[in-house]
T-cell receptor, first 113, second 111 residues
Framework: NAGVTQTPKFQVLKTGQSMTLQCAQD?????MSWYRQDPGMGLRLIHY???????DQGEVPNGYNVSRSTTEDFPLRLLSAAPSQTSVYFC????????????FGSGTRLTVV | KQEVTQIPAALSVPEGENLVLNCSFT??????LQWFRQDPGKGLTSLLL?????REQTSGRLNASLDKSSGRSTLYIAASQPGDSATYLC??????????FGTGTQLKVEL
């Protein structure tokens, strides 16, 4: 089982560039989420999805777009990168309910210069 | 809005010591609580999950407890080892199946 796969692992962008962070899971999980991790701020929820075709905003959604066309994939798009988006991004998935924990990808370290 | 607090923010102990990490949350309407470990520059590894109906879970030298009514959880690490050095994160799953994290406890176990 691959679990949650994130690509790329590292990325450097120039201010104003756009890019898509990829996330895929092979566990048939309904719930998927994107988090960013910044020093002193912990992990904060950007966007989440409760199933294919359904997405919603988290705590820090500005500057990011998501879509969920399939159960497996949940890409995160940066439309016009800003230095404030320099962070480590984690994708996670969950089957839902009380007994299912979250599984995380290995992260994408993004630097915007 | 759910808020999760972890105390202490950092902890340094000698090898072999037993230790307790604390986590508190403001909204007791949770599905479950997870403890994660994160090594520097790495991803999150799930250590233990406690369902909302459970009081504790054990895995090897780790024991996590949950008191949902008071909004508290503890992670007990027995006989600490240098390899336990990492950041420990507490997270609760609440409404909408959303996960809310604490800011973590950075643990250093010294020889």
């Amino acid at each position: 089982n691959a679990g949650v796969t994130q690509t790329p692992k590292f990325q450097v962008l120039k201010t104003g560039q756009s890019m898509t962070l990829q996330c895929a899971q092979d566990m048939n999980h309904e719930y998927m989420s994107w988090y960013r991790q910044d020093p002193g701020m912990g992990l904060r929820l950007i966007h989440y999805s409760v199933g294919a075709g359904i997405t919603d905003q988290g705590e820090v959604p500005n500057g990011y777009n998501v879509s969920r066309s399939t159960t497996e994939d949940f890409p995160l798009r940066l439309l016009s990168a800003a230095p404030s988006q320099t962070s480590v991004y984690f994708c996670a998935s969950n089957a839902g309910g009380t007994i299912a924990g979250y599984t995380f990808g290995s992260g994408t370290r993004l630097t915007v210069v | 809005k759910q808020e999760v607090t972890q105390i202490p923010a950092a902890l340094s102990v000698p090898e072999g010591e037993n230790l307790v990490l604390n986590c508190s949350f403001t909204d007791s309407a949770i599905y479950n609580l997870q403890w994660f470990r994160q090594d520097p520059g790495k991803g999150l590894t799930s250590l233990l999950l406690i369902q909302s109906s459970q009081r504790e879970q054990t895995s090897g030298r780790l024991n996590a407890s949950l008191d949902k009514s008071s909004g508290r959880s503890t992670l007990y690490i027995a006989a600490s080892q240098p390899g336990d050095s990492a950041t420990y994160l507490c997270a609760v799953t609440g409404g909408g199946n959303k996960l809310t994290f604490g800011t973590g406890t950075q643990l250093k176990v010294e020889l």
